[in-house]
């Protein structure tokens, strides 16, 4: 079956670094791409991007250039996501989620459990 | 970028039937998928291109589009179905290409 097992809480210092792990099981891990949606808290979801699992290549969304950057592992079965330089509004609770449906259709068929980063000093 | 509006929230007694509706521009010509997320809980995709369901999911969800709005039915609620739920397209013009509804708080009651 699929599964997307994500990294546990972080608790970060203003200015400090996360990085956040998404391991793929049950599929081939480059057949699909794999997404990244943030939740603040008590809000709703927010697309940041997604990557190409089979030539790495991100793309990110409208407000998450810069101090946001997706990688992968391939050999592992594992997607990244690094923060930089955070903020207090990047506490939030951050999924993975794999690319599903087909062209012009696409949608999020199966979900990471979440990490919830919480910023503060 | 394209905007989807939902309902804030939507109330219904057990054994009726709960309707949440997903506004956007032209709408109908797009495909609409529907998530339910449950306190704590990671979200969960329920109806696919408008009014698929994936395998696990109770017939009682379903979906319909056309127009402005998108439709989604749960019929005989339970109070299991109490969560929020989003809608959500795909938009190659827009940025974000992913777009998704405000949410809608379905409360049982």
């Known amino acids: 079956q699929v599964q997307l097992v994500q990294s546990g809480s972080e608790l970060k210092k203003p200015g400090a670094s996360v990085k956040v792990s998404c391991k793929a099981s049950?599929?081939?891990?480059?057949?699909?791409?794999m997404n990244w949606v943030r939740q603040a808290p008590g809000q709703g979801l927010e697309w940041m991007g997604w990557i190409n699992t089979n030539t790495g290549n991100p793309t990110y969304a409208q407000g998450f250039t810069g101090r946001f950057v997706f990688s992968l592992d391939t050999s592992v079965s594992t997607a990244y996501l690094q923060i930089s330089s955070l903020k207090a509004e990047d506490t939030a609770v951050y999924y993975c989620?794999?690319?599903?449906?087909?062209?012009?259709?696409?949608?999020?068929?199966?979900w990471g459990q979440g990490t919830l980063v919480t910023v503060s000093s | 970028s394209y905007v989807l509006t939902q309902p804030p929230s939507v109330s219904v007694a057990p054994g009726k039937t709960a309707r949440i509706t997903c506004g956007g521009n032209n709408i109908g010509s797009k495909s609409v998928h529907w998530y339910q997320q449950k306190p704590g809980q990671a979200p969960v995709l329920v109806i696919y291109?408008?009014?698929d369901r994936p395998s696990g999911i109770p017939e009682r969800f379903s979906g319909s589009n056309s127009g402005n709005t998108a439709t989604l039915t749960i019929s005989r609620v339970e109070a299991g179905d109490e969560a929020d739920y989003y809608c959500q397209v795909w938009d190659s013009s827009s940025d974000p290409l992913y777009v998704f509804g405000t949410g809608t708080k379905v409360t049982v009651l």
């Open positions: 291109y408008d009014s």
């Open positions: 049950g599929y081939t891990f480059t057949s699909y791409a």
């Open positions: 989620a794999r690319g599903g449906g087909r062209v012009a259709a696409r949608n999020f068929d199966y």
